[in-house]
């Protein structure tokens, strides 16, 4: 599998010229802050590090020192002192004439005296040297970016002949900003190409790799939509990357911060200060205002397609004179086997063998939905419409008892108080039977949630409610209603992950221990980490499948203290729900993963003391910005120091670990083209991918499992072609362009500790347990623990 990630050489990796600037300045900066805002701030270099690399042409940015007190100026193209002086004392003038205080001219002069020194980047790129690669300063990943941009910026050839010329912006991205598409478009809603960026590290893998990935941004003539702007003071050089604010006392539209006046100081075509909806509309814009979403109706839609990205692997395979990562295919292709039954079949035979009776209330606020809602339910479960004809109807031996329960717009869709919701919490549990497990169903509204704040959004408040009665909640929107021939997958995926939620799967163990594992008991643990900002939190949760080695449904288990530890995964998620989203909100960073750490162990300790006589596989989703276990980052894979990883403390040779990322993480090789032979090899396709491959070369067993969306394998006329051409050669088809073009992921498997099994099996466990989802019809990013632990984070009512 061809990927666009390239080695970083020796040969691109020139000199950087260092200025250090002395604590001296770093405390004059701080004392000026303090000064002129009143309160203590970190050193807000950023518009300075946009102005110098606006100036220089080139990469510039200011970093802390690791090797001493102050911080490090770096740039790849030296230039005069006296031209970084002067950014400094216009910040401070600028500052000054903000607050209405005296300009001392402190800063200036200070870094005038500074003296610069060449560093030579190739003494950290020293592939094979484990002691280099773990003291990579983050500067060096910066370097790599615009070393690989000076070679890509310019012409780029598409297939049809069309040129584009990639500028790139002080973000290290490279923008087409110079061909928009549709070119005519009166509103200024035009999409533009650009390419990011990213240095890797891959595990066990010698040396830096630059990972390229495109996309299309949505633009907009309203500054109202704007998330940030692209300022191209002149026809050449980068791009300027800036924010903007709404002035409401002027009635302007501000570029946000000093960009625009320290940028204005070494130019005289000028950067404005405010601008209108009239200089985003112009014939050839100096600004372009990038919409914070993609609406629905953008006359350009998401994604660049498998023809762009294959444009952009030939001209970057050309420019940069190497041969981008090849991963290599295994012999394992039986991710995705059918089943012997249907997927209806089967989960009516795990819901008439589970151990206690189901209930689930669909809630619903018109009839439309509530027709929705059936047809959802018998397309699910092979149920006859006429047997959900009635309020109340009981189905699959009297094992699943279903009811309607109509609720008007004001208690269901309108925001509010939560006091709004209480007539209907208590509606829905009524009549309930004490044994059992109960489900709701439930018609929401985002768009009128839109409408208030977040507060008085009903979704979360019917959530937290029905936590509380140990009720597990999946919603519908209207919004998402199809057409009336198609198959509605957003109601019948609700319903799947609403059985999912109570513990019926549809999938059995023996379709994950097929060749070239052996049916036999097992414990499979996944466990989930992130940050929330605003305000910090460490979000973190568990949840386990367990076999007894027969073909019994998955004994489905979640953990949380207020459910006593482990126990069915419907009262794990309820109590998560019912309560905060994490008690790990301290100040410190580091005190926050300590606690989720000790979080973990203890409860995969009392894992192991509940099945002590089986197998168990870890599966951490763990990326690196952040890794609770040292031990899981790339550069300490090999690490087995005390605490470094989740299982050191545990009994048992039996174990296994398997650090996961999925491609949201966005530090994964991008697939780009199959390297098998096509049937049709002169049509233009790019070939695709479903299987598991291996990461040749590396010290650590690591597997990549390729992944294509719904979207990408639908046979609409409108998603096949960015198979074939990009979007410069269908530029007239109106509604292909409104398509969304999507491309080929993967989820990186690296097996950290083998425990009872071997590399080529938790491979194959791991890409199973992603192509046999539970109670879904395709494929997750992450292994079935990992999503479930993944979904109970993702559904918390508090979740931002």
Same mark, same amino acid.
């Given at each position: 599998?061809?990927?666009?990630?390239?080695p970083?050489?020796?040969v691109?990796?020139?000199?950087?010229?260092?200025y250090?600037?002395t604590?001296?300045?770093?405390?004059t900066?701080?004392?000026?802050?303090?000064?002129?805002?009143?309160?203590?701030?970190?050193?807000?270099y950023?518009?300075?590090?946009?102005?110098?690399?606006?100036?220089?042409?080139?990469?510039?940015?200011?970093?802390?020192?690791?090797?001493g007190?102050?911080?490090?100026l770096?740039?790849?193209?030296?230039?005069?002192?006296?031209?970084?002086a002067?950014?400094f004392s216009?910040?401070?003038?600028?500052?000054?004439?903000?607050?209405?205080a005296?300009?001392?001219?402190?800063?200036?002069?200070?870094?005038?005296?500074?003296?610069s020194?060449?560093?030579?980047?190739?003494?950290?790129?020293?592939p094979?040297?484990?002691?280099?690669?773990q003291?990579?300063?983050?500067?060096?990943?910066?370097?790599?970016?615009?070393?690989?941009?000076?070679?890509?910026?310019?012409?780029?050839?598409l297939?049809?002949?069309?040129?584009?010329?990639?500028?790139?912006?002080?973000?290290?991205?490279?923008?087409?900003y110079?061909?928009?598409?549709?070119?005519?478009?009166?509103?200024?809603?035009?999409?533009?190409?650009?390419?990011?960026?990213?240095?890797?590290?891959l595990?066990?893998y010698?040396?830096?790799?630059?990972?390229?990935?495109?996309?299309?941004?949505?633009?907009?003539?309203?500054p109202?939509?704007?998330?940030?702007?692209w300022?191209?003071?002149d026809g050449?050089?980068?791009?300027l990357?800036?924010?903007?604010?709404?002035?409401r006392?002027?009635?302007?539209?501000?570029?946000?911060?000093?960009?625009?006046?320290?940028?204005?100081s070494?130019t005289?075509?000028?950067?404005?200060?405010?601008?209108t909806?009239?200089?985003?509309?112009?014939?050839?814009?100096?600004?372009?205002?990038r919409?914070?979403?993609?609406?629905?109706?953008?006359?350009?839609?998401?994604?660049?397609g498998?023809?762009?990205?294959?444009?952009?692997?030939?001209h970057a395979?050309?420019?940069?004179?190497?041969?981008?990562?090849?991963?290599?295919?295994?012999?394992?292709?039986?991710?995705?086997?059918? &089943?012997?039954?249907? /997927?209806?079949? !089967?989960?009516? @035979? +795990?819901? %008439?063998?589970a151990?206690? =009776?189901?209930?689930?209330?669909?809630v619903?606020?018109?009839?439309?939905?509530?027709?929705?809602?059936q047809?959802?339910?018998?397309?699910?479960?092979?149920?006859?419409?006429?047997?959900l004809?009635?309020?109340?109807?009981?189905?699959?031996?009297?094992?699943l008892t279903?009811?309607?329960?109509?609720?008007t717009?004001?208690?269901?869709?309108?925001?509010?108080?939560?006091?709004?919701?209480?007539?209907?919490?208590?509606?829905?549990?009524?009549?309930?039977?004490?044994?059992?497990?109960h489900? &709701?169903?439930?018609? /929401?509204?985002? !768009?009128?949630? @839109? +409408?208030? %704040?977040?507060?008085?959004? =009903?979704?979360?408040?019917?959530?937290?409610?029905m936590?509380?009665?140990?009720?597990?909640?999946?919603?519908?929107?209207?919004?998402?209603?199809?057409?009336?021939?198609?198959?509605?997958?957003?109601?019948?995926?609700?319903?799947?992950?609403?059985?999912?939620?109570?513990?019926?799967?549809a999938?059995?163990?023996?379709?994950?221990?097929?060749?070239?594992?052996?049916?036999?008991?097992?414990?499979?643990?996944?466990?989930?980490?992130?940050?929330?900002?605003?305000?910090?939190?460490?979000?973190?949760?568990?949840?386990?499948?367990?076999?007894?080695?027969?073909?019994?449904?998955?004994?489905?288990?979640?953990?949380?203290?207020?459910?006593?530890?482990?126990s069915?995964l419907?009262?794990a998620?309820?109590?998560?729900?019912?309560?905060?989203?994490?008690r790990?909100d301290?100040a410190?960073?580091?005190?926050?993963?300590?606690?989720?750490?000790?979080?973990?162990?203890?409860?995969?300790q009392?894992l192991?003391?509940?099945?002590?006589?089986?197998?168990?596989?870890?599966?951490?989703?763990?990326?690196?910005?952040?890794?609770?276990w040292?031990?899981?980052?790339?550069?300490?894979?090999?690490?087995?120091?005390?605490?470094?990883?989740?299982h050191?403390?545990m009994?048992?040779r039996?174990i296994?670990?398997?650090?996961?990322?999925?491609?949201?993480?966005?530090?994964?090789?991008?697939?780009?083209?199959?390297?098998?032979?096509?049937?049709?090899?002169?049509d233009?396709?790019?070939?695709?991918?479903?299987?598991?491959?291996?990461?040749a070369?590396?010290?650590?067993?690591?597997?990549?499992?390729?992944?294509?969306?719904r979207?990408?394998?639908?046979?609409?006329?409108?998603?096949r072609?960015?198979?074939?051409?990009?979007?410069?050669?269908?530029s007239?088809?109106?509604?292909?362009?409104?398509?969304?073009?999507?491309?080929?992921?993967?989820?990186?498997?690296?097996?950290?500790?083998?425990?009872?099994?071997t590399a080529v099996?938790?491979?194959?466990?791991?890409?199973?347990?992603?192509?046999?989802?539970?109670?879904?019809?395709g494929?997750?990013?992450?292994?079935?623990p990992?999503?479930?632990?993944?979904?109970?984070?993702?559904?918390?009512?508090?979740?931002?």
């Open positions: 599998m061809h990927t666009l990630a390239f970083y050489t020796d691109m990796a020139g000199p950087v010229h260092a250090d600037i604590a001296e300045v770093n405390d900066w701080q004392d000026l802050t303090r000064r002129y805002t009143r309160e203590p701030a970190q050193l807000p950023r518009d300075l590090t946009d102005a110098l690399r606006y100036v220089s042409k080139d990469y510039a940015t200011i970093r802390k020192n690791t090797d007190p102050g911080a490090l770096l740039m790849r193209k030296k230039i005069p002192i006296t031209t970084v002067k950014l216009t910040f401070e003038r600028l500052l000054a004439q903000r607050y209405q005296s300009f001392d001219n402190l800063l200036g002069p200070m870094v005038s005296q500074t003296r020194r060449t560093i030579k980047v190739t003494k950290y790129l020293q094979g040297d484990e002691a280099k690669q003291d990579i300063p983050a500067w060096v990943f910066d370097i790599a970016t615009w070393s690989t941009i000076e070679l890509l910026k310019g012409q780029m050839r297939p049809d002949g069309t040129l584009l010329n990639l500028r790139p912006d002080t973000t290290g991205n490279l923008v087409a110079d061909h928009p598409l549709p070119v005519d478009q009166p509103r200024a809603e035009q999409g533009i190409h650009y390419v990011s960026l990213t240095p890797i590290t595990p066990g010698p040396g830096i790799l630059l990972n390229l990935d495109a996309h299309i941004s949505s633009t907009t003539g309203f109202g939509n704007a998330r940030s702007l300022i191209a003071p050449h050089g980068p791009l990357v800036a924010k903007h604010r709404y002035d006392e002027r009635n302007l539209n501000l570029i946000a911060g000093q960009l625009p006046a320290l940028a204005d070494f005289i075509n000028g950067i404005p200060e405010h601008f909806p009239a200089d985003l509309q112009s014939p050839k814009p100096r600004l372009r205002a919409h914070a979403t993609t609406p629905d109706r953008h006359p350009i839609a998401s994604g660049p498998r023809k762009f990205l294959d444009a952009l692997l030939e395979t050309q420019r940069l004179g190497t041969e981008s990562l090849i991963l290599q295919r295994t012999k394992i292709g039986n991710i995705n086997s059918t &089943a012997p039954t249907s /997927t209806a079949t !089967s989960l009516s @035979a +795990t819901i %008439s063998t151990p206690a =009776p189901l209930h689930l209330t669909v619903y606020a018109d009839d439309i939905q509530r027709a929705r809602a047809k959802a339910l018998t397309d699910v479960l092979g149920l006859t419409p006429a047997a004809d009635t309020p109340t109807a009981a189905v699959i031996d009297g094992k279903i009811k309607f329960l109509s609720a717009n004001h208690v269901l869709l309108e925001p509010g108080p939560p006091r709004n919701r209480a007539e209907l919490i208590d509606a829905t549990t009524a009549q309930r039977p004490s044994a059992g497990t489900m &709701a169903l439930v018609q /929401t509204s985002k !768009s009128r949630a @839109a +409408t208030k %704040s977040s507060a008085e959004d =009903p979704k979360p408040q019917i959530r937290t409610a936590a509380a009665k140990q009720i597990v909640t999946q919603f519908f929107d209207a919004a998402s209603t199809g057409k009336p021939d198609a198959t509605d997958y957003p109601a019948n995926g609700a319903i799947r992950d609403l059985l999912r939620a109570a513990g019926i799967t999938t059995t163990p023996t379709r994950v221990f097929e060749r070239p594992l052996q049916p036999g008991p097992c414990v499979i643990v996944g466990v989930y980490t992130r940050e929330q900002n605003r305000p910090a939190k460490r979000m973190i949760s568990l949840a386990a499948l367990v076999t007894d080695g027969s073909d019994q449904p998955w004994q489905m288990l979640g953990y949380h203290p207020d459910a006593r530890g482990w069915s419907s009262n998620i309820t109590a998560h729900h019912a309560t905060d989203l994490t790990f301290q410190d960073p580091g005190a926050r993963a300590s606690q989720a750490r000790d979080y973990a162990e203890r409860a995969l009392q192991r003391t509940r099945f002590d006589d089986m197998p168990i596989v870890i599966y951490v989703d763990s990326s690196e910005r952040f890794p609770l040292r031990g899981l980052t790339n550069k300490n894979l090999s690490s087995r120091k005390a605490g470094d990883l989740p050191l403390a009994p048992g039996d296994s670990l398997v650090r996961v990322n999925a491609p949201t993480d966005g530090k994964l090789p991008q697939p780009v083209r199959a390297l098998t032979a096509r049937a049709n090899a002169g233009g396709l790019v070939s695709a991918s479903e299987r598991l491959y291996q990461l070369g590396a010290t650590s067993d690591t597997f990549y499992l390729i992944n294509r969306s979207t990408d394998k639908a046979l609409d006329r409108g998603v072609l960015g198979h074939r051409k990009t979007r410069f050669e269908i007239e088809d109106n509604k292909t362009m409104r398509t969304p073009w999507h491309a080929m992921t993967c989820t990186e498997f690296v097996i950290v500790d083998r425990g009872a099994f099996q938790l491979g194959a466990m791991s890409a199973r347990l992603c192509g046999h989802p539970l109670a879904w019809d494929r997750t990013s992450r292994p079935a990992v999503h479930l632990a993944y979904q109970t984070i993702q559904g918390h009512p508090q979740r931002t």
